[in-house]
């Protein structure tokens, strides 16, 4: 203290008061018996401070480099965090959507008796016209007669298991004490009209519970609720599982990180935070946050460095400054191994003003690119609505994490509640060109053609569209990608309009085997105006064509 106070005398003062402070303590301590510190080591010391220059600059980034041992991580974290965010808001406004169609049911309310005349009523209307042809059978007289018990009890049969058998059609004619003599013992006619009379009635059954509107809303509320929140919560498993792989994956690339910040140090570009993540058999997703600076040619050069480091190609995604850091972030993936192009083509149903058509073709969040049409029930605005909430769901859904299946589950739940004529198709097609892959999904839809050369692959389905039935059953195909294949996808509006081929899809397939053209441009406007000239020259429904070809990179 008495040094400190001397201080101002320059370095005599602090040395003197250095000795005069020990003569104190060695007092107070002992009486001056003996010196607390040795007179010879303050002499020592002393000299040592006289030869001490004054000022010293110590530069402490040249020791220890210039680099922030605690770059702005923090803020990448919160970066990370505000995409998370965004992927939640998405699932947030996916299931508003849902709570809408939820709120458009609640404005109804039938009780279940109701439900169920209304329901008979529809699958008498549509057997009866069904058997009005079939007057020989043995079977019409007791089935016409629709105000008797037996289609009371034919139709309980099917409300129960959703079809009814033969033995099971016998059985109630025989309670109420109609019998068919000779079925099963070689009586042709007797077998063939139990036969027929009983696929009829199950083919009544099948197209009627298509309007069993009031059924769906009260029936199928809870399990399409059920649905509905699986699908959520599907979703946030699965961003909540992306994080965790992400994390560890970033434990996985620590090496190749510090190689890279070293790499690009010597290149003079300073790294603040660097993430590398890649799954398996999926491409690398890097985003690289850089200290501004004014060299030329530095994403080429990061690119080269990174290349060099991941051994892979790869192409800068986007690139962006933050200004109030003075960074700059990169966000650089795998580049892909196929390249793609890709065309379309409409035609408006003549008098519509609309197309009930939608089509989506778009790059999705994880790289990959979706391609989609959904060809709504009927024309102009209403199947337009269809088509439009089937694309937009389907474009959000995949891209807030949604598996493909929950996907279309979702739509169809969303479709039924929303009213009684609300159908859609569905046909997609998911292009992965990083692992040269196409998953092809369809609801409903018209066949899809696969053309390299001459030679014609055809995918086709027997689903029912979306918002018909309570459980969407999608096709899903699965499909490797050579060099020049030609996807072409249509809505029905194109398979139609041929009316010579009882198996309509073959002209399609014939033209495409004698098309010598390889441009998806031409290709598409080729089979747009030859549906138009099949209808001599009118637009008797929705038209649209999607072709998409693909050309192996260094081919």
Avoid at 334 to 350: M, N, Q, T
Wanted: with cysteine.
């Amino acid at each position: 203290m008495i040094a400190g106070i001397l201080n101002r005398f320059g370095k005599p003062g602090v040395i003197g008061g250095f000795i005069l402070g020990n003569i104190i303590l060695s007092y107070v301590a002992n009486g001056l018996v003996s010196n607390l510190i040795l007179f010879k080591e303050i002499l020592i010391a002393g000299i040592a401070l006289l030869a001490v220059p004054k000022s010293i600059n110590l530069n402490i980034e040249s020791i220890l480099g210039n680099n922030k041992f605690l770059p702005i991580g923090s803020n990448r974290g919160l970066n990370k965090s505000k995409e998370t965010v965004v992927q939640l808001n998405n699932v947030s406004k996916v299931v508003k959507d849902m709570a809408d169609t939820y709120k458009n049911v609640a404005a109804t309310v039938v009780n279940e008796e109701d439900i169920k005349e209304r329901n008979k009523q529809t699958f008498i209307a549509e057997l009866l016209n069904n058997i009005d042809y079939m007057k020989e059978n043995i079977l019409y007289d007791n089935i016409e007669n629709v105000e008797g018990p037996i289609v009371n009890e034919i139709f309980d049969e099917l409300m129960k298991k959703g079809f009814i058998r033969e033995k099971d059609l016998l059985k109630i004619l025989a309670k109420n004490n109609n019998y068919v003599i000779g079925f099963g013992e070689n009586e042709d006619k007797v077998d063939r009209d139990v036969e027929k009379m009983t696929n009829t009635i199950n083919a009544a059954f099948r197209v009627s519970k298509m309007n069993f509107v009031w059924s769906v809303r009260l029936n199928e509320e809870k399990k399409n609720f059920e649905t509905q929140l699986n699908g959520v919560s599907k979703a946030i498993s699965n961003i909540a599982e992306n994080l965790d792989e992400e994390i560890e994956n970033e434990d996985d690339n620590l090496d190749k990180k510090e190689e890279i910040v070293q790499l690009l140090k010597q290149k003079e570009i300073l790294v603040q935070d660097i993430s590398i993540n890649k799954k398996e058999n999926e491409r690398y997703k890097i985003e690289l946050y850089i200290e501004n600076n004014e060299k030329e040619n530095i994403g080429k050069t990061i690119l080269t460095i990174l290349e060099k480091v991941l051994e892979e190609k790869l192409i800068v995604q986007s690139e962006k400054e933050i200004k109030k850091e003075n960074i700059i972030k990169y966000e650089v993936v795998s580049d892909d191994k196929y390249l793609l192009d890709l065309a379309h083509s409409i035609a408006i149903k003549d008098g519509v003003p609309v197309s009930g058509d939608s089509l989506v073709q778009t790059k999705l969040k994880d790289g990959k690119y979706l391609v989609a049409i959904s060809d709504g029930m009927g024309s102009g605005a209403e199947a337009r609505k269809s088509s439009q909430i089937v694309v937009s769901m389907l474009k959000r859904l995949l891209n807030s994490g949604f598996e493909r299946d929950t996907s279309v589950d979702l739509i169809n739940s969303s479709l039924l509640n929303v009213s009684e004529d609300v159908f859609a198709t569905l046909d997609i097609a998911i292009i992965d060109l990083y692992r040269g892959n196409i998953e092809f999904i369809k609801n409903g839809a018209c066949p899809t053609y696969i053309k390299n050369n001459r030679k014609i692959q055809i995918i086709k389905s027997l689903t029912l569209p979306t918002g018909v039935v309570k459980e969407a059953q999608a096709d899903v195909f699965d499909k490797d990608i050579e060099s020049n294949d030609i996807v072409v996808m249509i809505s029905d509006g194109i398979l139609d309009s041929n009316v010579e081929y009882k198996n309509k899809e073959l002209w399609v397939k014939y033209l495409l085997e004698d098309m010598e053209v390889s441009n998806p441009q031409k290709i598409a406007d080729i089979i747009l105006n030859e549906a138009i000239d099949n209808s001599y020259g009118k637009v008797k429904d929705d038209m649209s064509v999607i072709v998409c070809k693909f050309i192996k990179k260094n081919d």
